[in-house]
């Protein structure tokens, strides 16, 4: 990438001192006004690294016009320049630098002066074409092959949409273009467009809208108004005539502008006229260039135009054009060999360049502008792209952008609903971003996403971007709120397309937000990843990279010397193995989890180290299949199989299993819904530390199964309110006490508050996910401790009152971050301190 590397430097030197431990103040950030406005500076280059911002020291004397300086003044503003010659006093001043003086260093003076607004060279650009014989009559074949003909039967484009060509001018009076033009606007004379000396805007205005009267040629969009503007002699175009032709074609509403020419020198006034112009709605077409080159000439090589490249269609076979420029920043192609067109001298010729290319887009564009008035240019670019054909590699290349366009597919692209999208720069519409990966697309040309990240703790955070797409150059930005304003803190894009950018920077508690975007304003269909990570204090956490492992974790935490027991239940569904926890504690047995038809390579080793004899499957061969059965007997295990036909019938079946291990009639047990786990899982510790059965009820009746048990016992712990646990199942028990919440989290809280549990040391486990609770909670029962329930990303009122009353000394997690992410494991730690 052709980057300005001195922007680069400066924000490396800024990275290096964000890494320090010194809280950064806003002084030594950069305000910003509005996140409108800081898109503009991003366009314009007043920040970063611009590709298509190059130093004015560059521009050689050749390619400025006569020694000549376009100079605007602020508003109000008044200058004299005795020194100089003043060539134009109005609208522009163009003042001429003598040969004696040094026209860079004068040119420094002038842009250094108070009331100066910008001062720039007056570059000499060059019509992107091939020489071309006026005499050589072709047909055009060219509009067949992109489907031309039956967008015509879709429109031709209506009178209401105009687009602007500044060229060279036009010969009004052509047969073919009769109807067609406006008066326009000649920037030399402040006249209407009497002429075109070169022809090339004769020939450009002939390809976007020469008449359909059986005459000569067609053009792509024969319906629309062109309003023709001279901004060049015989030879070149200038960019003092560029800048009041742009306002012109601003000032006259039109609703596209085509540029067939280019410098390979960036001229910051005209970059802020286009950019000026995009921003009031029109779409901005120009040629890439003919020189074979990957180096962008402007004003295509600007992000907002959309830079067009050229095919040669004169084969059966369409192809890049060889002499067609290439790099990143083509958007589209469009034929551009042999295109016949009309002529300076009222005849008709073929020519051949991206001159050529640019008016078949810019047509094009005007005809989605027909059919779609309140289209922004970004969709219509979008649409252009998303249709058009690839006949190269990848999603977008270098050589045809998105593809060679297709004017009926154009008209038969809508546009993707951006319900969920994060594009606008908008703080009331940001996306919350959280320490994790998520994904989202760039949809559109010019789409930029941002997100708000609330740092709960100050600590070292990193983020990384990576999108897959050959043609994405990720950029990432990070603002801080501070004081109640915003203020830049940091700025990376030092790799190209397809690579992944990271950041890393010091975080403070506060708001912060994300921006993403590309850096050459593209969009793709493919999705990017932003990964947000940071270090920061955590309660102890016993976890694993799944559940099987984190099963493991916790067998290695509480049976650190072996056991001669293991329980096998499965990893993947709930019902069977809710009930398990009274019976491994009384076996004192880890439970570990199995898929369902084999044992993991983990979980085998994990009994290998523990040196158990015995093993007890929970849950029938739908659970826990024969295979996996088949695995522990070949290592030598004794293997009881605890299993009933259904869920509660196996809760039975385990309540029988612990009666016969404990010798003695069961009295009490904790009755739970079978339909949902949490109820279950947070009474777990308790009923295996007093031995009592988990039994498991449908909503609004007891099983005969379980029945049958009930009747035999002389009291009932119900968990769970009405909703999950009908008061005509509570009648049918005996001696029942009900403990209820509002939620799952709030019911925990109550039945750990209503059994008198001590909570000096807590357990916490995600509400929403069985595994880790499961496995944990006979080691739970083992430390006489209670499990809490929490949510992934934060901690329910509920518990944040129970946890302040209780003041535990230790509180430990069950299970990674993609159970309980690093926010909740911090304010967990934060309750130790209190």
């Known amino acids: 990438m052709n980057k300005n590397r001195l922007g680069f430097l400066i924000l490396t030197i800024l990275s290096f001192t964000l890494m320090s431990a010194v809280p950064i103040s806003a002084e030594a950030m950069r305000k910003i006004d509005s996140f409108d406005k800081e898109i503009e500076a991003i366009r314009l280059g007043e920040k970063h690294k611009g590709v298509y911002v190059q130093s004015i ?126 008066a326009g606007f000649d920037a030399f004379t402040n006249g209407p467009v009497r002429s075109d000396g070169a022809g090339h805007g004769t020939h450009v205005t002939g390809i976007l ?66 950019l ?21 000439a402007y004003p295509a090589g600007y992000p907002w135009v959309i830079a067009v490249g050229a095919t040669d269609t004169t084969s059966s076979s369409p192809r890049h054009a060889p002499f067609s420029n290439i790099g990143s920043h083509i958007d589209v192609a469009a034929p551009g060999v042999d295109i016949f067109s009309t002529s300076y001298d009222g005849t008709y010729g073929v020519g051949s360049g991206t ?59 809508g546009l993707k609903s951006l319900v969920e999208d994060s594009s606008a720069w908008d703080l009331s519409k940001t ?36 999108h897959p797409a050959g043609h994405i150059d990720p950029v990432l930005v990070v603002y801080r709120e ?25 975080a403070g508690e506060g708001t912060y937000y994300i921006g993403v975007y590309d850096y050459y304003e593209n969009w793709s269909a493919q999705p990017y990843t932003l990964t947000l ?35 096998i239940a499965t990893g993947f569904d709930f019902p069977d193995a809710l009930s398990a926890s009274p019976l491994a504690y009384q076996l004192d047995a880890p439970i570990l989890l199995t898929r369902p ?68 009639s069961l009295t009490s047990a904790v009755v739970s819904s079978g339909r949902n786990f949490p109820d279950a899982l947070a009474s777990a510790p308790y009923a295996a530390r007093h031995s009592l059965p988990i039994l498991l009820t449908k909503e609004k009746t007891l099983s005969p199964e379980v029945k049958e048990i009930t009747d035999t016992l002389q009291e009932t712990i119900v968990i769970g309110g009405t909703g999950v646990v009908n008061d005509s199942v509570v009648r049918m028990l005996p001696n029942p006490v009900r403990y209820a919440g509002e939620n799952r989290f709030d019911t925990a809280v109550r039945f750990i508050e209503g059994t008198g549990m001590e909570a000096d040391g807590i357990y916490a486990a995600t509400g929403f996910q069985f595994a880790d609770a499961l496995t944990g909670s006979v080691l739970a029962a083992k430390e006489s401790k209670p499990i809490v329930l929490v949510r992934h990303d934060r901690i329910s009122p509920e518990v944040i009152t129970f946890l302040n009353g209780a003041s535990p000394e230790v509180i430990s997690i069950l299970g990674g971050t993609a159970a309980i992410s690093k926010e909740v494991g911090y304010h967990l730690r934060k309750f130790l301190d209190q």
């Open 57 to 182: 020291k560059k521009v050689p004397m050749t390619a400025i016009h006569d020694r000549q300086v376009v100079v605007q003044l602020t508003p109000g503003t008044s200058l004299d320049f005795p020194e100089y010659e003043e060539v134009q006093a109005d609208p522009l001043l163009l003042l001429r630098i003598p040969v004696q003086l040094d026209y860079h260093q004068e040119l420094r003076r002038i842009q250094s002066m108070e009331g100066v607004e910008s001062a720039s060279p007056n570059i000499i650009y060059t019509p992107m074409y091939k020489p071309w014989d006026v005499y050589y009559r072709s047909y055009q074949d060219y509009l067949k092959k992109i489907g031309m003909e039956q967008a015509w039967d879709v429109t031709k484009g209506t009178k209401e949409v105009s687009v602007a060509v500044i060229d060279s001018g036009v010969l009004p009076s052509h047969e073919d273009l009769q109807g067609r033009l406006t």
């Open 355 to 413: 001159s050529y290319s640019a008016p078949i887009v810019s047509g094009l564009a005007a005809l989605l502008i027909s059919e779609h008035r309140d289209w922004e240019p970004s969709e219509v670019e979008y649409a252009l792209q998303a249709s058009s054909d690839q006949l190269l590699r990848g999603e977008s290349n270098e050589q045809l952008g998105f593809g060679q366009v297709n004017g009926a597919a154009a008209l038969r692209t």
């Open 597 to 664: 038809d084999r044992l993991g390579t983990e979980t085998k080793r994990e009994i290998g180290r523990l040196g158990a004899s015995s093993v007890y499957i929970i849950g029938g061969i739908n659970a826990v299949s024969a295979n996996v059965e088949k695995e522990i007997r070949s290592q030598g295990l004794q293997v009881t199989r605890v299993a009933g036909g259904d869920r509660y019938e196996t809760s039975v079946e385990i309540a029988e299993e612990l009666k016969q291990l404990l010798g003695r």
């Open 276 to 296: 000026e112009a995009y921003d009031a709605g029109i779409t901005l077409v120009a040629a890439s260039g003919n020189e074979e080159t990957n180096v962008p």
């Open 482 to 506: 501070m004081n109640g304003s915003i203020y830049e803190q940091d700025y990376i894009d030092e790799h190209g397309q397809g690579i992944a950018e990271t950041l890393t920077f010091q």
């Open 431 to 466: 996306r919350p971003l959280q320490i994790g990966s998520l994904s989202e697309s760039l949809n559109y040309p010019s789409d930029r996403d941002l997100y708000k990240w609330n740092a709960e703790a100050p600590g070292q955070a990193s983020l990384r971007l990576h």
């Open 209 to 274: 809208a020469a008449n359909t009267n059986s005459r000569g040629g067609i053009g792509v969009a024969p319906g629309i108004k062109v309003i023709p503007i001279k901004a060049g002699d015989d030879r070149s175009v200038y960019t003092s005539a560029v800048l009041r032709g742009i306002d012109y074609a601003v000032d006259n509403h039109a609703d596209v502008i085509n540029m067939s020419f280019g410098s390979f020198y960036n001229d910051p006034a005209v970059q802020e006229k286009l």
């Open 533 to 567: 990570d940071q270090e920061l204090p955590q309660a102890e956490r016993i976890s694993g990279t799944d559940r099987f492992e984190t099963a493991v974790e916790i067998s290695k935490q509480g049976w650190q010397d072996g056991a001669g027991s293991v329980l």
